[in-house]
């Protein structure tokens, strides 16, 4: 689910950069490569949680600790990220949360 959110994210990103750049901002641009980054990171270290390796339950609860706290405080800066992106990053916030919770 995060890797989808994460891809549609970027997908908006592009269309939006076409169509509308102003909802399409270098700071939701930043924070959307950031996100792919953590996207392609948090399966491999899901994969290592589930086959019981110490450091897989480890990493995971730093990334999902990390991505809840960013994702929050970023999506209630006042006029940093557009409002379809803060909504986003909310989601992502839950996601974790709820990742961070089964596997800490």
Same mark, same amino acid.
């Given at each position: 689910?995060? $890797? @989808?959110?994460?891809? !549609?994210?970027?997908? @908006?990103?592009?269309?939006?950069?076409?169509?509308?750049? =102003?909802?399409?901002? =270098?700071?939701?641009?930043?924070?959307?490569?950031? +996100? +792919?980054?953590? !996207? $392609?990171?948090?399966?491999?270290?899901?994969?290592?949680?589930?086959?019981?390796?110490?450091?897989?339950?480890? %990493?995971?609860?730093?990334?999902?600790?990390?991505? +809840?706290?960013?994702? +929050? $405080?970023?999506?209630?800066?006042?006029?940093?990220?557009?409002?379809?992106?803060?909504?986003?990053?909310?989601?992502? %916030? !839950?996601?974790?949360? !709820?990742?961070?919770?089964?596997?800490?």
């Amino acid at each position: 689910m995060y $890797v @989808a959110l994460t891809a !549609a994210t970027v997908l @908006a990103l592009v269309l939006l950069s076409l169509i509308t750049p =102003d909802l399409a901002t =270098d700071h939701a641009w930043g924070h959307a490569i950031i +996100v +792919v980054a953590f !996207a $392609v990171l948090l399966p491999l270290r899901l994969r290592a949680a589930r086959e019981g390796k110490r450091s897989g339950f480890r %990493a995971v609860g730093i990334i999902s600790g990390v991505l +809840v706290a960013v994702n +929050v $405080v970023e999506g209630v800066l006042p006029g940093l990220f557009p409002t379809w992106m803060r909504g986003e990053m909310f989601c992502i %916030a !839950a996601l974790m949360a !709820a990742v961070g919770r089964g596997h800490g």
